[in-house]
């Protein structure tokens, strides 16, 4: 009966587990469900759409469509893909380019490098292009980190002109690019802004197709506020003049904004729990001056969450439940080694030092222990036995354990290490580099050498080329080896297996 | 009993002995040798100045009294590097005799640099069994706040300044892992799935199986051994304990190395004398 109570609680504890590692936290709820974000309006056709960023838990953002009112069934118009290498952690902040371009950030397989991506609308659907248009910079250039932002633009003459916030770290800077066709680009360096300095760009657009076509940044401030400036590009586009500072509506916290049609933006808002929506904005004046007012603040509003599936919500409980076992098994121990020692010492048996030690290390260990946890600030003679008993004592003793290896690999080394075989040399020889590389002294002693004899540079060509191929090898032999045992097992072709359990 | 014989029968006692003189010397005569700093180790500090300000820091920390000498260096150094940039990061173990250590260090470096728990740094202790690791951290990396739930101080995730808006491993920016043998979870279920960065701080005696990950860059970087928190000591500018133990390694290793030589001689005269006998 004990034994069926023990098998029973070990596999449910076990489904449990399977369970909550295969099953997800969550299911259902939309590709939005933790906010909209960095939208833009596109036509095909007839037809009026707005494309914009769904943000999910998982970490991996898609580019989804909504009618133009935000109202309707919303569709993933981009998703991650795992054979794109430039999208393949995430899409966000798309731009439509009429007729049939959609530029927008992808998240890249490399640490999520941001870069500027394309897709093209053709016979019906949406196709990406299998690598980015434009991606990050060498080391040191200001956009060596990605792409954060962009905003592209048409000329009337026919090319195309690229402001985007190139990311060195978490620096942002201003950069332009022109392309003659949208697809191939020429990196014109950063642009040089007026009165930025101290201001975090956090995204840029383009509110014409000419040159001289007044574009607006917003910007953050150190306290976090932000200052939405309407500047133009001079000086044969490489540098933007600050044209007026433009009013922002009150309480809204803005994240992005994107010109949509020429009297009317898309903007990111930010609440203060962290999620976002889609707004519109339009063109009005304030106190005489050019100011943006919200049309509608939740055009684009989060979707549907998805609903836990309790597993992972009951986690918690279900390890401290193994705690609560785990710490009977310690308490059983504890007694059980409590009567072993007392039978000893109360009979004065052969030990009864021994088991008097006992007693005292472990009723002062514990005592100390449970005094210090309590009044951990108190500095008290408590306070002070307890870092005796734990920095004094114990550490030192599990150092010492750890330390007559030392002792003993000396011992070893000179008693049973000797070169009979070629096999018996290499490995010596090996062994001898490997210990004199592994500390300064080896450096010391061939630091005059030429680079390739001194004994650091040898030491990394055996460990990084010798060893990783062996390991490899090694590993590969391993996992193939019980991939085979796995397989002869799971189609019951191991026959000496189950005779032991028949 | 010949002179060959003799070299190959010198008494423990006296290995002992001479073991404890040659690790003792540096020590307290205080050798300094130039410790340059190795691609592994350059790696790791590189990860660390490559994390933006203010993004988070992952640090788990599995060592403890018995591999304190290799461990405790490259631990004192990462804290060390974490707190002066001013980044944050939070800690945790899957050995619970890890916390008094690490804290200490922690404590020590924080009162150095006037950093702040809750808002610089914040101490998970023990959370995840060594047994339940590959559940632990793939649970821990989809949804951070809803597995931790609260730090030792018993503060839920929520109220934590350090940790506002962090859901899950995307949001952190580099995880360091330190101890004997280091968590290859972290390369299976985050640097795989999440892309955040790792780091490995390890034994040497168990490194030589995780050079290749490095090769496939799926770790950045890593600190051996005592001479990793050497190099990483040198690095943030602050010798300390891991420079004070390699100088005595490197006296216990050349010790090791010369018993051999001089026990292969001692062999080699002997054989050959034994064959001139015979022949």
Redesign the interface.
Known sequence: MKRRAIIVVTFLAGLY?LL??VL??RIGGAPDADGAAAATSAQIGATRFIAYTGLR???RPVIMRVRGDGAGPRQVLIAPGFSRRDDY?GARAPQFVAPDRLYYIGLG????TPRVCLARHAAGRWRTLSRAVLGNGLPGEPDSSGIAWASISRETTGGYRMLYLGLQ??RATLCMALSPDGLQWTKRGPVAAEDINGLRPLSVTQTGADARSPVLLLLRDAAGRRILREVVLVDGVRRLRKLADVGLPQGLTLQDIRHSSPMSFLATTEEAN?VTRVAALTWSTRMNALALEVTNPTLIAPGKKPTSTYL??A??TVDDLLVVVGAFAVGLGLIGLAQLHGRRLLALQKGWPESTAFFLAAGAMASFTVYARLHPDAGTWGTRGYDLL??GL??????S???LL??Y???A???A???RTFEGGLL?ASA?LI??G????G??LT?HLPPYLQI?KVM?WV??VN??AV??AV?FGIFVGALATAMRVWLSMDRASMRSVE | MRWYERLQRIDNRVLYVILAVAVAVPVFARLRLPIPPTTETLGAYDAVEAVPPGRLVMVQSTWDAGTIGECEGQCRAVVEHLMRRGQPFVIWTSNPASPPFYNRIIEETARRHGRIYGRDWVDFGYKVPGGAMAFGVQAMARDFPGYMKSDVRGTPVSRLPALARVRNANDFDLIITIGYNPIGEFIQFVQAVYGTKVVFGIAAINSTTTYSYIDSKQIVGMLVGARGGAEYEVLVDRAGRGVQIIMAQSFGHLLIVALVVMANIAALAQRRAERRRSG
């Open positions: 587990y909550e590692f997800p936290p838990n998982d970490g952690r397989w490399d640490d999520r770290g978490e962290g992972s919500d986690r918690g734990f920095y114990l550490q030192p003793l599990g150092s354990m750890f330390s030392a002792a690999l000396v011992s080394a000179y008693r290490f000797r070169v010596a001898t210990m004199l592994q500390v300064p002294v450096n010391w630091q650091p990394a460990l990084f060893n990783t390991v490899r590993n």
